[in-house]
């Protein structure tokens, strides 16, 4: 780890991180797509994996739920190693993923499809609160999932996890081919979860977007974190930055 994100780790807070991964392998078959990732979310943070198309983002969310053929190292979930659960008990535990490809059931409503995941624990948001968060959803809410729009699908696979209870939440590419004005309101729903409690692990390939809603950025290249930026030190990096990711 260089030495730039060892003094930014040392300065993001007190006390045991909530998800620690360390030297996190992972494989698609015969397919070896992560190579040694390392980093850290505090609880309360929204922390943002960057890089280009192919850099890992997706296969560490993945890795990080137990959908890969096969992954070593350590991840550890408020100081619970969970490398060798299997999905539906990693979900369990706390921890819950929303795909870029969303998952809405086509056959059921939107309500319907907010109600389908279980409860896992409490502190989730309640139907009343999800459609106060996302009134596009209530005015929708007896349409089949998939008629409604790209950003409305979008805010509907969010809302979903938010009613489970899972206090950490992996987004994945939630501002992907949105038009500018959701994706200002998919930014404006993180800022307000994230000031409900909830901690967020966000990949993009927007920065932009990114920095809107995100307290520090990792960045990976091949299957690796190599460098972590602060958002408070942005203007200072961005040279650096774009050097990463071509902004």
Request: proline letters at 4%; hydrophobic letters at 45%; aromatic letters at 6%.
């Amino acid at each position: 780890m260089s030495e730039t994100m060892t003094a930014a780790r040392a300065t993001t807070g007190q006390g045991a991180p909530m998800l620690e991964v360390r030297g996190l392998e992972a494989w698609y078959g015969e397919s070896h797509v992560l190579h040694g990732v390392d980093f850290e979310i505090r609880q309360g943070e929204v922390v943002t994996l960057l890089g280009r198309n192919g850099a890992g983002k997706t296969s560490t969310l993945r890795a990080i739920m137990g959908l890969v053929g096969r992954r070593s190292g350590t991840i550890r979930f408020e100081g619970r190693e969970i490398v060798a659960l299997r999905p539906d008990l990693i979900a369990r535990a706390g921890i819950a993923y929303c795909p870029e490809e969303r998952g809405i059931f086509a056959s059921l409503d939107v309500t319907e499809n907010l109600m389908l995941p279980p409860v896992i624990a409490p502190g989730g948001l309640s139907l009343d609160e999800i459609y106060t968060l996302f009134p596009n959803l209530k005015e929708r809410a007896r349409s089949q999932g998939t008629k409604l729009s790209g950003g409305e699908q979008q805010m509907l696979a969010i809302a979903r996890i938010l009613r489970t209870g899972a206090r950490l939440l992996l987004l994945d590419e939630p501002s992907e081919g949105l038009a500018p004005v959701i994706v200002q309101q998919i930014g404006a729903m993180i800022r307000e979860i994230k000031q409900r409690g909830f901690t967020v692990l966000l990949v993009e390939q927007n920065f932009r977007f990114a920095q809107t809603v995100a307290d520090r950025h990792y960045v990976m290249e091949h299957g690796r974190v190599v460098d972590m930026v602060a958002n408070a030190d942005l203007a200072a990096s961005m040279d650096r930055l774009h050097d990463y990711l071509g902004v």
